[in-house]
């Protein structure tokens, strides 16, 4: 393109050299009119001609200059032909140069010069780390949708400290539960969530019931064995000798995904859903007389057969009485209410579907007139007196607007994860769908140290599990289709979802809803997966575990002393282990930095039970731990003398600052330092998710305005139970008015 840019100027330079004006025309069809040459070739050859006319000029005094005899009369047809193909190259590539200039300085160049500029602030404004550094430290990302001549990268500022806190505890919340003492195994719970999408996809709710009506006490004195059903028993509220009253408490955390409408729907309605259905069991009303009616009629060995359950459940061991106590009932209970608010999601806009065509179908069969007029056209402007009465113009009426807020919650999708906890059975239930977790945190006295339990498995493409399930119920030449790129179809990463609709309708009923329904018709929103062909794909179904309260088959001493409820956003940066004793630490008093390696070998592996972090997981802690002095903390009305908990010292956070050059940084594993500093334990565990002591990490991340900071995190929700220690009175959060809230208990199921 330059090549061409100089011959033309050349050739312009050549023709203007001529002596006289009237030959131009001539002079250049006579350079064009040899062999083709290069651009410097012409030149010179053009500079020659020049030359040697100047010469004869000056040597021939008075002679008069002459042009060049023209071309013998059978070359002039080839000769102009050639010039045109030359003149032709000589503009494509003028035009060609053009184009290309204007593009670099339209495009090109304002880009570099905004990423200079982004380099430029970001030198200028760049600091040196400090943990405890107030001022701003910038630094450059890729946008995530960068625009044509737009700049790829946008440059952010941290925030401070003081904004850093303000963002992590404004959701914040610590509620007391304030029971007699045995009413209820849940001694406070605290919740906190922080936004990446904006709006928050994330949404929990929690409910705690009083039961009205008394159950059979399900731990005789003969048959109890730890001090823990023993004080239990004798210190609840009963309405009749031998029975127990204990309170049923619920806690749910939803993760939802292409949009919040499904995990808000959720928020409202899971948990009532799922209380409805275990209200049958209770009352062992309609399905559930005749499985007790069936229930009393069998041997033990014989129920256990066709419902399922060890011979440790309750109901094979003949200790209690009723469904709810039989957690294989109540189990199924629990997925049969998730399945049912599911259908009630997928298929609400199928049955308005329904409705209307039917209303479409009668009103063009009355309107059609004798000469098949316009009136029998089947669209739906036509219906004037069905259920969507006034659409001309495609006004939305309010009808319309009530099918098209239905059909949102199917198109998005949510996870779900639900705890249930019956105080006077002390059964506990989790149940998961999606990819959220709950993970136990146990106390073993006779070891002296804390137990990790995943209490659910993650539900995802990369499930080994959940992909021998999904081929299991698909076609064999689905095989390789169903998981691509651990994904659903290659799309969806859980496997188990509430709505996500596109999943589980096929292909002519999801056309049929999207130009019924939506605003723009199928064209506006996303078609079928690739390779949808026997739906659905996706499924509501949870998976249910339960753990029985201070009884295990190994260790009669293994308490459960906590558990921490959370979307995957805070499972993405942190692991089950490093989550677990975040808690033990918090609850043992720490306050400072510590580094994750010293504090996960206090918590799971101590000294002896004289050198560990306190068991009590409901008492307040009674002082703090220093670095390099010991500590004392009442547990149970007893002395508990810890080992020294060593802080990070000032020359391994100079060893970590090294590695922390940019603020997204995460460092190596074992210079990772945590951070207690917060009261709220959710607050606590995200701060140190997102990077703990090192400050400029966590604002850093904070800093990341929605959509880019989808990139780097997700939505966090988190919900920690601390159950009431059995020896102990229930833990009381910190008293701050503006952070923390006590929730009455005056429902009844």
């Given at each position: 393109m330059v090549g061409a840019r100089r011959w033309l100027r050349t050739s312009a330079l050549s023709v203007s050299r001529c002596s006289h004006p009237s030959q131009s025309h001539t002079l250049a069809f006579t350079t064009a009119s040899g062999p083709r040459r290069s651009p410097s070739s012409t030149t010179s050859s053009t500079s020659a001609s020049s030359a040697s006319s100047s010469s004869s000029s000056s040597s021939s005094g008075s002679s008069q200059w002459k042009p060049p005899p023209p071309p013998p009369s059978g070359s002039t047809a080839a000769s102009r032909k050639q010039s045109r193909k030359e003149w032709l190259l000589v503009g494509v590539a003028g035009s060609a140069a053009a184009v290309g200039s204007w593009y670099y300085w339209s495009n090109i160049r304002p880009r570099h010069q905004a990423n200079k500029a982004a380099a430029a602030a970001l030198a200028a404004n760049s600091a040196p780390f400090s943990i405890t550094a107030e001022s701003r430290t910038s630094f450059s990302i890729p946008t995530r949708q960068a625009q044509a001549g737009g700049p790829t990268n946008k440059v952010v500022s941290t925030l401070t400290n003081a904004e850093v806190d303000r963002r992590l505890t404004e959701n914040q919340r610590s509620t007391r539960v304030d029971?007699?003492?045995?009413?209820?195994?849940?001694?406070?719970?605290?919740?906190?969530?922080?936004?990446s999408n904006d709006p928050i996809e994330d949404k929990r709710a929690e409910v705690i019931v009083e039961r009205d009506r008394g159950v059979a006490d399900p731990r005789p004195s003969s048959a109890s064995s730890?001090?823990?059903?023993?004080?239990?028993?004798?210190?609840t509220p009963n309405t009749a000798s031998g029975s127990l009253n204990g309170d049923l408490c619920f806690f749910a955390v939803m993760d939802g995904h292409a949009g919040f409408h499904t995990s808000t729907l959720l928020s409202q309605k899971l948990i009532a859903f799922v209380a409805l259905e275990l209200d049958k069991v209770f009352r062992e009303a309609g399905e559930y007389a005749e499985i007790a009616k069936a229930k009393s009629a069998m041997p033990s060995k014989l129920w256990r057969a066709l419902v399922g359950g060890s011979s440790r459940t309750p109901s094979a061991s003949g200790i209690t009485s009723g469904l709810d106590g039989d957690p294989e009932i109540v189990k199924r209970a629990i997925a049969k209410a998730f399945r049912g608010l599911d259908k009630e999601i997928v298929n609400t806009p199928v049955e308005l579907l329904k409705e209307y065509e039917l209303s479409l179908a009668s009103t063009s069969s009355s309107s059609v007139q004798p000469d098949g007029g316009a009136g029998s056209t089947r669209s739906l402007s036509s219906?004037?007196?069905?259920?969507?009465?006034?659409?001309t113009n495609a006004t939305f009426t309010a009808t319309q607007k009530s099918a098209y807020e239905s059909i949102l919650p199917a198109l998005s999708g949510s996870c779900a994860l639900l705890t249930y906890i019956d105080s006077a059975r002390h059964d506990i239930y989790v149940a998961c769908t999606g990819d959220s977790r709950?993970?136990?945190?146990?106390?073993?006295?006779?070891?002296?140290?804390?137990?990790?339990?995943?209490?659910?498995?993650?539900?995802?493409?990369?499930?080994?599990?959940?992909?021998?399930?999904?081929?299991?119920?698909?076609?064999?030449?689905?095989s390789e289709n169903v998981i691509q790129r651990g994904r659903v179809l290659g799309g969806l990463e859980p496997t188990r979802a509430f709505g996500d609709a596109r999943y589980k309708w096929d292909?002519?009923?999801?056309?049929?809803?999207?130009?019924?329904?939506?605003?723009?018709?199928?064209s506006s929103t996303r078609g079928p997966p690739r390779g949808l062909e026997t739906p659905p794909y996706v499924t509501a179904t949870p998976a249910v575990e339960w753990r029985r309260v201070g009884e295990t088959s190994s260790s009669p001493n293994r308490e459960l002393r906590f558990i921490i409820m959370a979307t995957d956003g805070l499972w993405d940066m942190m692991s089950n282990e490093e989550a677990v004793s975040l808690v033990a630490g918090h609850l043992a008093g720490i306050k400072g930095t510590i580094r994750s390696s010293e504090l996960q070998r206090h918590t799971f592996q101590p000294i002896d039970k004289q050198h560990s972090l306190p068991s009590n997981a409901g008492a307040a802690a009674t002082s703090s731990?220093?670095?390099g002095a010991n500590a004392v903390q009442a547990v149970a009305g007893q002395a508990v003398v810890?080992?020294?908990?060593?802080?990070?010292?000032?020359?391994e956070q100079r060893e970590l600052a090294v590695s922390k050059q940019h603020p997204l940084s995460k460092g190596p594993e074992p210079l990772r330092t945590f951070q207690f500093q917060d009261d709220n334990l959710s607050t606590h565990l995200i701060r140190n998710a997102l990077g703990g002591a090192n400050q400029q990490r966590v604002a850093g991340l904070l800093a990341i305005p929605a959509p880019e900071s989808r990139r780097y995190r997700d939505d966090i929700t988190v919900n920690v139970i601390l159950f009431n220690s059995p020896t102990s009175t229930p833990a009381r959060p910190p008293t701050d008015p503006e952070?923390?809230?006590?929730?009455?208990?005056?429902?009844?199921?």
């Open positions: 029971r007699p003492q045995g009413a209820c195994l849940v001694a406070r719970y605290d919740t906190n969530s922080v936004a730890s001090p823990a059903t023993t004080t239990t028993t004798t210190n219906l004037a007196h069905t259920i969507f009465p006034s659409s709950a993970v136990a945190g146990y106390w073993d006295e006779d070891t002296g140290k804390w137990e990790v339990e995943a209490l659910s498995v993650d539900q995802t493409g990369r499930n080994p599990d959940e992909v021998r399930r999904m081929r299991a119920e698909h076609p064999a030449n689905e292909r002519e009923l999801q056309g049929r809803l999207y130009d019924a329904f939506l605003p723009g018709g199928r731990v220093a670095a810890q080992t020294p908990v060593r802080a990070a010292s000032s020359e952070q923390h809230a006590q929730e009455p208990v005056k429902a009844k199921l």
